[in-house]
């Protein structure tokens, strides 16, 4: 059995992380491995069950809140290692992948996995650093200023521990493998492993059928909506600006979004009017999310390219693909390998207002062109992104290193 860890595990609405971890889960399943979850954080109320076919177990008792369940791992880390090591050799485990960027939880798998003799890999999906210095400092509050300051005082033990002490690491971009190589981490132990999908062979029959036509003209942003990072006020700018000319164009955010984010959004809506063409939608059931983006014009991941996005891959990218609708994406490098402006998705050469309404409108006035894109999109999770060949090649990987 495979053991899939993480601290961000959420069940039952999940996230980008949650939903990465699920098709690398299925991908072990697919060459032959049972898998399961391990959730170091209580799924809302439940301590056991299926998310997305994948059984989860939770082994702990949680604290009041997120802080104090942090407290606890950290005061009971003995005890923890303990259970793990008793459920683990129950289990039958012979690989934990872990998915979570808790340095606390890492030592205490790290710990498992040494005393029941079993390899560790980390799964790292962004450079700490990066993200720390993205970080909007102009809207934070005291509280927010306290958890950035306790954030940094992390990133030493990040890159000393997180990133020394697995067996293996897995880097979900080139860019970021180097990044890691580069605080000198052997490249050998670096497994390459991209934003992932797994293909069942009803999935891929059904790959080329004609999607949904658009009839709502509905721009879908899906996840964190942290502006620098995510590039939100470019895109709301671009709504805006179509909606000048007289097209009619709808933006939706879905997602966990902060208050503060919720707020932002809402009030530029707001203040130009266009309370009816941008809406938060929030946090919904993923049936409810998939069906939405399934039904959209298009799908936008627009991120400038700043340095905490130049070592990273957008994991909803992968839910957005599998829509069979077109994507919109900035130009940053690490598509390059993968996607192609005007076949498989749509990429902005600069990053501005101006270029990214031209992309929207094309699609608005162009559908079948549109329908045409998420179809070659679509194809490519089979080609670039299938969980079940990616995992089969980091076993390879692991079985000779």
Known sequence: MVWVTGDGLRFPYGNASTNRLAEIAKGFQSNGLKAKFIPFSRPATLTRGNYNTIKFEYYFDNGKSKYSNKFLTF????????????????????????????????MILWSVGRKCGIPIVYDIVE??????????????????????????????????????????????????????????????????????????????????????????????????????KDGIGTIMESVRFLVEKDISINLEFYGPIQELESSRINEFAKKHRLEENIKVKGLVELPELFEAQRNAMALICFKPSIKQNRFNFATKIIDYLNSGRPVILSDLPVYDSFFEDGKNALICNEFNVEALAEKIEYLYKQPEKANQIGIEGKKILKSEFNSSGLTASLLTFIDQN
């Not at 005061?75 to 923890?80: D, H, K």
């Not at 580069?182 to 790959?207: L, N, Q, R």
Request: a positive charge; glycine letters at 2%; hydrophobic letters at 40%.
């Open 75 to 106: 005061l009971n880390f003995r005890s923890r290692v303990a259970t793990l090591s008793e459920a683990c050799k129950k289990d039958n485990v012979s690989l934990i992948f872990c998915g979570t960027s808790s340095i606390s939880s890492l």
């Open 127 to 228: 450079d700490p650093i990066s993200s720390w210095l993205a970080k909007d400092l102009k809207h934070f509050s005291f509280k927010d200023w306290v958890r950035h300051i306790l954030n940094l005082l992390k990133l030493p033990l990040i890159y000393l521990l997180g990133w020394k002490l697995p067996n293996y690491i897995c880097a979900i971009t080139n860019e970021l493998k180097h990044r890691i190589i580069s605080t000198g981490v052997d490249s050998k132990i670096i497994y390459t492993f991209p934003i992932v999908k797994f293909i069942s062979e009803a999935e891929s029959e059904s790959i080329t059928q004609k999607p949904i036509q658009d009839k709502r003209a509905t721009l879908i942003h899906s996840g964190s909506t942290y502006f620098p």
